[in-house]
């Protein structure tokens, strides 16, 4: 999903693999995709040039549990040595400059090193301005010989068919103003069947809303924190347009903050659903597909 942005940039992209004997580790593939993402995702920001490389290291296997290193370097901006010290902070940036240049709230990284510790993993942070970072990640993983297999409960695996295919044929508006974020999403979304126009902010969400026919688009997904206009503030404005589909075209909060709170304002502001990031698209392809099909046999 970054390999054809960096290669139009002129930026060379490599997955290496150093020592790695074993085939099979336990461990939430899920997020460590995610922590990996999160650490490209800051790579590809802040190099202009060079090359990002992502390596998976096996350093030691004993009494069947592997330790694994995954490594994103990259040779862009770097960070100052204070600054390394706080960037698992919630909130943090290196400066408001940084800031307003780049984007984002600051809690990429916050998110990433809780993912991580709960894991009972560590990172290490190697970084110099003007020369490039090094994130690494730190996991102890049990060794399998067989790849899992998810168990199914009896009479589930027609629904859970379905529910792998709910988003094939679906036309869905999202606004993301994260330029990495938005082409993560499209590229998954698209690949779950899905057909995906992205705006960069709530009024462009609006706009396109209004501006396609009654029934176009399935659902709408908008980030909470958007410059211009908040993805809550587009639902309430949309609830509001004067046609036909308005006050029911499903919308869904996406957002880094899923407390109850959070769930609560994204409700009040007319959202049928909140989901928290780093997206699971597959728990979010399930949950949404169950939706629009329990409310497609209510207009039946």
């Known amino acids: 999903m970054f390999a054809k942005s960096l290669e139009a940039r002129g930026i060379r992209y490599a ?36 090359e990002i490389v992502v390596t998976f290291r096996q350093m030691m296997l004993r009494n069947g549990v592997a330790d694994l290193m995954i490594r994103v370097h990259d040779t862009g901006a770097g960070m100052e040595p204070e600054f390394i010290n706080r960037i698992f902070r919630p909130f943090e940036q290196e400066s408001i400059e940084i800031g307003h240049r780049y984007g984002g709230t600051g809690l990429g990284m916050a998110i990433t090193d809780q993912l991580v ?4 993993g560590e990172i290490v942070v190697e970084s110099q301005p003007g020369k490039g970072s090094d994130f690494s990640v730190f996991l102890h993983l049990p060794v399998t010989e067989h790849p899992a297999r998810p168990a199914v409960a009896e009479g589930r695996d027609e629904a859970a068919s379905r529910d792998d295919s709910a988003f094939v044929g679906r036309r869905i508006l999202m606004a993301e103003d994260n330029e990495i974020n938005a082409e993560i999403a499209q590229e998954v ?8 126009d992205v705006v960069g902010d709530g009024q462009q969400a609006v706009d ?17 924190q958007m410059p211009v206009m908040d993805g809550r503030t587009a639902a309430r404005t949309i609830r509001r347009l004067p046609r036909a589909d308005a006050a029911g075209i499903p919308i869904f909060a996406l957002s880094a903050d899923a407390f109850v709170e959070d769930e609560r304002l994204s409700a009040e502001a007319g959202m ?11 728990a979010l392809q399930h949950s949404v597909g169950r939706f629009l099909a329990k409310k497609e046999r209510k207009t039946l």
């Open 15 to 50: 997955v290496e693999y150093e020592n790695v004997t074993v085939d099979y580790l336990i461990g939430d593939e899920l997020r460590i995709s995610q922590i990996i993402i999160n650490f490209l995702s800051n790579a590809v920001k802040f190099t202009e040039k060079g």
């Open 117 to 120: 510790r709960l894991m009972g």
């Open 189 to 196: 979304l698209s690949g779950m069947g899905a057909k995906v």
């Open 272 to 282: 049928n659903g909140h989901f928290a990031k780093p997206v699971d698209f597959t």
């Open 208 to 224: 396109a809303f209004d501006g396609h026919g009654v029934g176009y688009y399935d659902f709408i997904l908008l980030d909470v």
